[in-house]
């Protein structure tokens, strides 16, 4: 599904985040940035030495905050690590985390000169976030993103799995339709 907003395109797939060919994919990172599980050890692995070594230079992320290292091995250029908030009942600033996550990272691939970022699911895997709230929070923050910024011309959703593409999908379905 594909979308375009201002002079951009927000597209949803499911895929595999580290075959993208996107100048820049998003990597659901810990604090520490030393790969982990998941999204983040996927991305690690593909990219392979060098990511690793440049996060260790970096030492680490806040959640919320967003940092950025080369692609190594990936077809991306760079990639943007963010660490999402670890969900525990929704009532602990969760939201505005997993909302900077999304917001800072774009706002990083902007200084940077990106035009195109693919990004996962954010805090939905190990981390626990509901799917459907974090697809809401995900899409509001590209959707808003793009209207108020011409310089990304894509924002792709990577996702894995069927179900989280339906999701997505039809939140964003939701989101179009509150607009019109």
Do not use: W
């Not at 690690?44 to 992320?61: D, M, N, S, T």
């Not at 943007?80 to 939201?95: A, K, M, Q, S, W």
């Amino acid at each position: 599904m594909e979308i375009n907003i201002n002079k951009g395109t927000l597209s949803l797939v499911e895929g595999d985040i580290t075959r993208q060919d996107t100048e820049a994919i998003v990597n659901a990172a810990n604090n520490s940035l030393r790969g982990g599980g998941g999204v983040d050890g996927a991305i690690h692995r593909a990219g392979g030495p060098r990511v690793l070594e440049e996060c260790i230079k970096i030492g680490g992320c806040g959640t919320g905050e967003a940092v950025i290292t080369t692609g190594g091995n990936l077809s991306a250029k760079y990639v943007i690590h963010t660490v999402g908030p670890i969900y525990r009942d929704g009532l602990h600033n969760e939201p505005r985390l997993l909302e900077n996550a999304y917001n800072n990272s774009l706002k990083l691939a902007s200084s940077k000169g990106i035009k195109s970022v693919a990004f996962p699911s954010i805090s939905t895997g190990a981390y626990g976030y509901p799917l459907e709230a974090a697809a809401g929070i995900a899409l509001n923050a590209a959707i808003s993103y793009l209207r108020g910024h011409t310089d990304i011309e894509l924002v792709r959703f990577v996702l894995f799995g069927k179900k989280a593409l339906e999701v997505y999908e039809k939140k964003l379905k939701e989101l179009v339709s509150q607009a019109s």
